[in-house]
């Protein structure tokens, strides 16, 4: 915590410091996030817009007791929000070559693989609440623990592991009858 407040008194190193630690992570959530370029903003834009929102809010910053990603946590949803909002003025376009800007070395078929079980998992996700989405994410995706979970979204860790179990038990009935189709 001794980092949050060195940068919040604007002492560059610090902050150079705090922005090491902090943008990887807020990359994976934006990369777990947004699939491709949404509304002309990849998530590797929305990081880094993410993160200078960061930097400006830090002076405000202040210390509740809760750690200091719930604060990261809550700049980077709300600005998803946004993100998400636009998706509906914009349309997603595949054929951008930023559309899936990590398979630079992919072949056709492992592209449209990948795009494809992106769009099914988008799908999946689409059947949870933006909580639910959120919370799979800080586990999955970031690797968090129901507690650090817990910490940065303001409930417990008991709720964390309740609401995963729900959305993973949600996701799982939404897939028996793809899977059915499969089998069958």
Known sequence: MELVHAAA??????????MAVTRPLVLRYCRARIRGTVGGTSAEDLA??????????LPRFR??????????????????SDVHRSRTR??????????????????????????ETRTEL????????????????????????AAETGAVLGISSGAVRVAQHRALSQMRAALTPWWGRLAG
């Open 122 to 145: 988008d799908q999946l996700l689409e059947t949870v609440t933006e909580r639910a989405r959120d919370i799979l994410t800080l586990r999955i995706v970031l690797g968090m623990t």
């Open 48 to 57: 880094q817009d993410i993160c200078i929102a960061v930097l400006a809010a």
């Open 90 to 115: 914009h349309r997603i376009d595949p054929l951008d070559p930023d559309f899936d800007a990590e398979s630079s070395g992919a072949g056709p078929v492992e592209l449209a693989l990948r795009r």
């Open 9 to 18: 008194r604007q002492d560059p190193g610090s902050r150079e410091a705090l």
């Open 63 to 80: 210390d509740q007791g809760r750690p200091f990603m719930a604060f990261v946590h809550g700049i980077a949803s709300r600005m998803l």
